[in-house]
């Protein structure tokens, strides 16, 4: 029962997101972002919803959603760790935040908590150099991190994720 | 018109791909993504030629470069060779298992490479896709990207559009996708399909949905007749034969 209600909830929370725009084949992309932002993921009845509202075939909009790197097809954290590894954070030991961070919350690149609080991603490059190594929480960026200064924001992210369900 | 290629004077007409002018002029140029009735992708780059447009040499894929001036063709320099050989190399590097790819590698004399998987045999060349958009069933396309690209249906699951007609493994040039026949069921991308039989000689020949589909696009404009491709022939040449010239 509490899964069906969910289920509609979600669905019309998608009807709502894809009847913003014009049911043309041009708007996939910005239909999927939104998407993506709404529900960390693009869920399958998301997709094919968008799909049958710009009358588009269902193989080409999953091979948009799978072309793009900000598209998940599984579900995200709310909490997205991006860690530069490009050159520069490279050379500053992003390597060595990497495996802090598998040792603190055991995900890999990739990867998401089984509670759903973060995921882990690496970028090439943030053009903040300067910062290195740099990590970007969400839309939060970290300077300078030290294996010290990421438990501490593991930890004030986590809180913030809870700020965020208060308020709903 | 006039173009030159391999020295050869053609009249091409006005837009029309050099590809499509070297082939009515009888000149070869390797591809492996073209086939006339799709037109050109412009996909495997086999078909990359030098164009000398008056003093302006450039490198161009033939079967998606229109003709509009007076150009000068060249379809097989030196560097077009090489680049060739690479093509070859990478796609045989990444797709060896099929006898396609290997005659290639051969023949164009290419190094030797590390496969990445010796049971691949898919070179990417999306004839099966553009296939399956023609049928007009839009049931496969291409999936990811870069090294990790693939042909599948959506979520890897058996596709509501899928008719079965199995164009995309007719297409393939090199076998990469599996028709599985038997018991009168035929199964292709995750998805088994019941086949009719010809009223005649009694083989299975399609699957009911594509017979489905074929009265839907010819506006049920069709004989209701269950007929193999051969045995169709047969009855045509007996109907044509009524008809005697006196």
Redesign the interface.
């Given at each position: 029962m509490a899964v069906n209600s969910e289920q509609t909830a979600d669905r019309k929370a998608m009807g709502k997101i894809i009847n913003r725009y014009p049911p043309e084949r041009r708007y996939i992309l910005a239909i999927m972002q939104d998407l993506q932002k709404q529900f960390n993921y693009l869920p399958?009845d998301a997709?094919q919803m968008t799909a049958e509202y710009v009358n588009t075939?269902?193989?080409?909009?999953?091979?948009m959603a799978?072309?793009y790197k900000a598209f998940s097809l599984v579900p995200k954290g709310r909490v997205v760790l991006k860690t530069c590894d490009g050159t520069a954070c490279h050379i500053k030991g992003s390597n060595i935040i990497i495996d802090e961070i598998y040792k603190t919350l055991g995900i890999r690149p990739g990867e998401t908590t089984a509670d759903g609080d973060f995921s882990l991603e690496t970028v090439n490059c943030l053009g903040a150099c300067a910062l290195a190594p740099v990590l970007v929480a969400n839309d939060r960026v970290y300077p300078k991190v030290t294996p010290a200064s990421l438990r501490e924001i593991i930890e004030e992210n986590r809180g913030r994720r809870d700020e965020s369900t208060e308020r709903e | 018109m006039k173009v030159t290629i391999d020295g050869k004077k053609i009249e091409a007409k006005l837009g029309e791909t050099i590809l499509e002018a070297a082939v009515r002029a009888g000149v070869e140029i390797p591809n492996l993504c073209y086939i006339e009735a799709f037109g050109g992708q412009g996909v495997c780059r086999m078909c990359m030629v030098e164009v000398k447009d008056g003093e302006q040499k450039r490198l161009v894929a033939s079967c998606t470069y229109p003709i509009t001036g007076e150009i000068e063709v060249q379809t097989n320099t030196p560097e077009l060779q090489e680049i060739r050989r690479n093509i070859i190399t990478l796609l045989y590097r990444r797709a060896p298992n099929s006898d396609f790819m290997k005659k290639l590698y051969q023949e164009y004399v290419c190094p030797a490479v590390e496969v990445v998987d010796p049971a691949e045999k898919c070179i990417m060349c999306r004839l099966c896709v553009k296939a399956?958009e023609k049928v007009g069933a839009?049931?496969?396309?291409?999936?990811?990207?870069g090294t990790e690209k693939r042909v599948a249906?959506?979520?890897d699951e058996a596709?509501p559009?899928c008719i079965g007609c199995g164009a995309c493994a007719e297409i393939c040039p090199t076998g990469a996708i599996t028709v599985k026949e038997e018991n009168g069921k035929q199964e292709i991308w995750h998805k088994s399909f019941e086949m009719s039989r010809c009223e005649i000689c009694g083989n299975y020949y399609s699957t009911l949905p594509v017979k489905e589909h074929v009265k839907e696009q010819l506006d049920n404009e069709v004989s209701g007749e269950n007929l193999c491709p051969s045995c169709r022939r047969k009855k045509l040449a007996g109907d044509l034969a009524k008809f005697s010239i006196k």
């Open positions: 399958k997709l075939p269902m193989s080409v909009v999953y091979s799978t072309f | 399956c839009f049931a496969i396309s291409t999936i990811m990207r249906t959506p979520f596709s559009s």
